[in-house]
T-cell receptor, first 115, second 113 residues
Framework: DADVTQTPRNRITKTGKRIMLECSQT?????MYWYRQDPGLGLRLIYY???????NKGEISDGYSVSRQAQAKFSLSLESAIPNQTALYFC??????????????FGPGTRLTVL | GDSVTQMEGPVTLSEEAFLTINCTYT??????LFWYVQYPGEGLQLLLK?????DKGSNKGFEATYRKETTSFHLEKGSVQVSDSAVYFC????????????FGAGTRLFVKA
């Protein structure tokens, strides 16, 4: 079974709709991240969480919100989706105390299309 | 702030050709450096890493050396295969940045048979 899972894998929605993307992990890591991937722009950090009570904005948090329901679950919400939020979204985890030097472990991604 | 710059793609090579993908970085502290690979339809996965100056990371025939004097971490492979076709991301993680990871824009590699 995959260590980091994301649901849904694909989603098509309309402008103005509320969307939630979910991420679950079985790695036992405290740190979780949401990234957005756009062609030519690499990965940009939306939000990150260093533990259940810690939520931090990344470089492109406007229009997004997150919830860390448990150590293993980190959800990303688009309150009112707009077309320029069409992108590939990745969840990731890390544990910088483990000697892995903050290696990131990624989920398979969610492809979101906003019409 | 910290940043990573890598060569633009796509890079198209014939099988068994030599590969170099350039990567340079700026960082305020002493970062760890990474190369991640993304195969079609998948998430990123770690290819190799180096945690201090002059370290060489290697995996699956790929190598990269942490060059502090030139702030570079170029990815090389002596003989590419069709199965190496993917997008490659250079990245850094710096303790002074709270261990957040900064990614380059990615370089797409196509290998022709």
């Amino acid at each position: 079974d995959a260590d980091v899972t994301q649901t849904p894998r694909n989603r098509i929605t309309k402008t103005g709709k509320r969307i939630m993307l979910e991420c679950s992990q079985t790695k036992g890591h405290d740190r979780m991240y949401w990234y957005r991937q756009d062609p030519g722009l690499g990965l940009r950090l939306i939000y990150y969480s260093f533990d259940v009570k810690d939520i931090n904005k990344g470089e492109i948090s406007d229009g997004y919100s997150v919830s860390r329901q448990a150590q293993a679950k980190f959800s990303l919400s688009l309150e009112s989706a707009i077309p320029n939020q069409t992108a590939l979204y990745f969840c990731a985890t890390s544990d910088p105390t483990s000697g892995s030097w903050n290696e990131q472990f990624f989920g398979p991604g969610t492809r979101l299309t906003v019409l | 702030g910290d940043s990573v710059t890598q060569m633009e793609g796509p890079v198209t090579l014939s099988e068994e050709a030599f590969l170099t993908i350039n990567c340079t970085y700026t960082a305020t502290g002493y970062p760890s450096l990474f190369w991640y690979v993304q195969y079609p339809g998948e998430g990123l996965q770690l290819l190799l890493k180096a945690t201090k100056a002059d370290d060489k990371g290697s995996n699956k025939g790929f190598e990269a050396t942490y060059r502090k004097e030139t702030t570079s971490f170029h990815l090389e492979k002596g003989s590419v295969q069709v199965s190496d076709s993917a997008v490659y991301f250079c990245a850094l993680s710096d303790q002074t940045g709270g261990f957040k990871t900064i990614f380059g824009a990615g370089t797409r590699l196509f290998v022709k048979a």
